[in-house]
């Protein structure tokens, strides 16, 4: 039975020296051929950044601005706002303990501490029907007399 190792190891590691020494010439020529310079306008790198701006503007910068309005939320919080907590659950603030925790009634008589980071958000005041149709009726008068963009230009104007 002949075996995939000849019987003397030396033959075959002067064989395997022959070709790795043979391969030597042709891959240094691949190398030096193969070099290319640095340039920043290479294809690869400026899909690299342009992937890289893309994640930026489109994840990283939105979720640092909502970051930084529910910090300022948080900082902003006093007695008497109606609040919505990361649990769900609605109440008013009656008290700031200190800068993490916030006393807040959740009902009648019924009072919780909470961690102030867990205030999802402060909840406005509902305007009346009647407060609000007066609003728009000013805003739409407001904006007619703002004229817009072209307001300047002779033939856009509106005349009286």
């Known amino acids: 039975m002949r075996h ?3 019987s003397r190891p030396y033959l075959f590691a002067l064989a395997a020296l022959v070709v790795g020494l043979g391969a030597i010439p ?3 020529a691949l190398a030096q051929a193969a070099a290319p310079e640095f340039s920043f306008f290479d294809p690869q790198i400026m899909m690299l950044v342009l992937v890289f701006a893309v994640f930026y503007f ?3 910068r ?3 601005q909502k970051a930084k309005r529910h910090r300022e939320m948080l900082k902003a919080l006093k007695r008497g706002d109606k609040v ?3 649990g769900g659950i609605l109440g008013t603030v009656v008290k700031l303990v200190d800068e993490t925790e916030v006393l807040v ?3 009648p008589n019924v009072q919780v501490h909470i961690v102030r980071s867990t205030i999802a958000e402060t909840i406005q005041p ?3 029907k009647s407060d609000a149709a007066n609003s728009n009726e000013t805003k739409a008068a ?3 007399n703002a004229g817009g963009m072209l307001s300047g230009l002779a033939f856009w104007r509106k005349k009286d």
């Open 58 to 60: 489109i994840v990283f």
């Open 62 to 64: 939105p979720q640092q």
């Open 84 to 86: 919505l907590t990361a």
């Open 142 to 144: 407001a904006s007619n």
């Open 105 to 107: 009634e959740i009902s």
């Open 4 to 6: 995939f190792f000849p």
């Open 26 to 28: 042709y891959q240094s």
């Open 126 to 128: 509902q305007i009346a």
